[in-house]
């Protein structure tokens, strides 16, 4: 072991970050996808997790993991190259894809990585790629291990994106990429604009439907709600979120697909999903399919919050869905009122730089389909209380 490295480097690094007010711990949470949690022995509503329709703990999951387990154990034991394949991979492939009206689809071991696998296999150094100055870091991380180009605009802003894509004309690849719904900020992509611009300068379009999954268009994201299942080249998207269990997915053209099975370096250089997770993520699919309305719901419920905020003078930053930010802009302020929520019986993340541009900390709901009247009636009376101590 190199004692100086550690003396000299690590040990000042270390005590400077718990000195400082972006210090991450993992917070003393069990059981942390339910409804209620248990948070330092204190019971609190769940409204940081991105189980968006409580699918985590439904009983059809449940049994399917069990199940699985029970008939092919708890590995897939190599990467899906070599053997780490399963029937339950291969359908839940297929039904990903027809899912997502595209003709294949490919499962990756995270959101994540399929992001990762997505620009490993599609992008190179030959390649720019524009990106919302907001997409998630995973799509930041592929293109980075790609070797492309990124290429930056303004959050949301079409016209900076066109002004940006008329300056690389001469460049050979360029390419998309955007988050449907954003996931600190809940707002949504202008994907039909976004399409067109893609048309016009021959840039492949790539969108993250990660927080779409299972909520919007009913349960297929935004791209299908807004009809622009044509016209969107490459979807990706997870099943951590919505659909309760874990693993990634890319739904594109069969030609895609085999690109990204074949130089996606996080599909090839990691090991296949075990069978308890691929089973729970297909009966959530198949579950999302069967109750279609289950997102309408979830929006109903995120807009009468959303409305209760504002009223108090909140700055919900431009959320529409259930994603709704409470603007901070401090660290200090954002961890004080998560602290104040908390001992109203509230569980709410706050999110600090990096994971949001500085001097913008702000809380982060998260709402769920399966919060009762009663839940809500609590979210509203925390909030009105919250406000007392914000605008004195
Ligand atoms: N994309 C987006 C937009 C995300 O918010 C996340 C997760 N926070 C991911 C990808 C990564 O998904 P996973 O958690 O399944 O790795």
Known sequence: MSTSFFGKYIVPEAAKLRNSDSYRTIPPVDDGAAREVVYSGAKLLNLASNNYLGLSHHPDLIEASIKAATRHGCSSGASRLITGNFALAETLEAELATFKYQEAALVTGSGYAANL????????????????????????????????????????????????????????????????????????????????????????????????????????????????????????????????????????????????????????????????????????????????GLGARLMRISRQIRDHLDSLGFDTMGSTTQIIPVYCGRNRVALHAQALLRAEGLLVAAVRPPTVPLGTARLRLSLRADLTDDDLKHIRLGFSRLRVSFFP
């Open 117 to 292: 696998a997505v620009f490993t296999s599609l992008a190179d150094r030959h390649t720019v790629v524009f990106s919302d100055r907001l997409n998630h870091a995973s799509i930041i991380d592929g293109i980075l291990l790609s070797g492309a180009r990124l290429v930056r605009y303004k959050h949301l802003d079409m016209e900076h994106l066109s002004r940006l894509l008329d300056r690389e004309a001469l460049a050979e690849k360029k390419i998309i990429v955007t988050d449907t719904v954003f996931s600190m900020d809940g707002d949504v992509a202008p994907l039909a604009r976004l399409v067109e611009l893609g048309k016009t300068h021959g840039a492949l379009v790539v969108v993250d439907e990660a927080h779409a999954m299972g909520v919007l268009g009913r349960g297929r994201g935004l791209v299908a709600a807004l009809g622009l299942s044509d016209d969107v080249d490459v979807q990706v998207g997870t099943m951590s979120k919505a659909l309760g269990s874990l693993g990634g997915y890319v739904a594109a053209r069969v030609e895609t697909i085999e690109l990204l099975r074949n130089k996606g370096r996080s599909f090839i250089f990691s090991t296949a999903l075990p069978p308890a997770v691929l089973a729970a993520g297909l009966a959530a699919l198949r579950h999302v399919k069967a109750n279609p």
